[in-house]
């Protein structure tokens, strides 16, 4: 299918959205006493542009799984390049990237009325990404006792992301039909 200038603005705006809310989320503390819990609200953009279809004819205007995942990739590496941290890049691709596959299956059998689920299921993979990447890149398999109150942490969070992209999509959907 040809990729349409329609398509290819949709698609540069998500990116767009998404990097900002990554960078401005990067430069805020969460109230949590837990170290490297945020709540990944750029991961809404993500479950939007899975989740984002015009209408029931799937036109060439249609974003795919394809399409949501250079939105992701693009988002992964820029937001490494502006937030200055690279060395980081490793374990935002391991999560985003396992997240991602979680998101994608769940898509499958999930309506938009269930697009939290998805975000909590993405959220708890993620997790498990980044520990995986931290226990590869430390060589410390201790770490991985870290990861029960991540998982937690990750579900409430990933309820709120896919709850904001299924309201989003909700209130779209008169735009895209």
């Known amino acids: 299918m040809r990729m349409t200038i329609k398509k290819l603005t949709i698609m540069a705006v998500l ?22 819990v945020k709540l990944g609200l750029a991961n809404t953009i993500t479950l939007f542009a899975l ?8 036109s060439a205007d249609s974003l795919t799984a394809v399409d949501a995942f250079f939105i992701l990739i693009c988002r992964i590496i820029l937001g490494a390049v502006f937030t200055g941290r690279l060395v980081a890049l490793i374990y935002s691709a391991a999560g985003g990237l396992l997240s991602f596959a979680a998101q994608a299956l769940m898509k ?70």
Request: hydrophobic share 55%.
């Open 108 to 177: 499958r059998v999930v309506s938009r009325k269930q697009v939290w689920a998805c975000g909590a299921a993405g959220a708890i993979f993620h997790n498990v990404g980044q520990i995986a990447a931290a226990v590869f890149v430390t060589g410390t398999p201790a770490i991985i006792a870290y990861l029960p109150v991540l998982i937690i942490a990750g579900i409430f969070t990933g309820v709120i992301t896919g709850l904001v992209a299924q309201f989003t999509l909700e209130r779209t959907a008169k735009l895209r039909t």
């Open 15 to 36: 990116t767009a959205v998404s990097l900002i809310i990554f960078v401005v989320e990067a430069q805020i503390p969460l109230p949590v006493a837990i170290p490297g």
């Open 51 to 58: 989740f984002y279809s015009q209408g029931k004819d799937k």
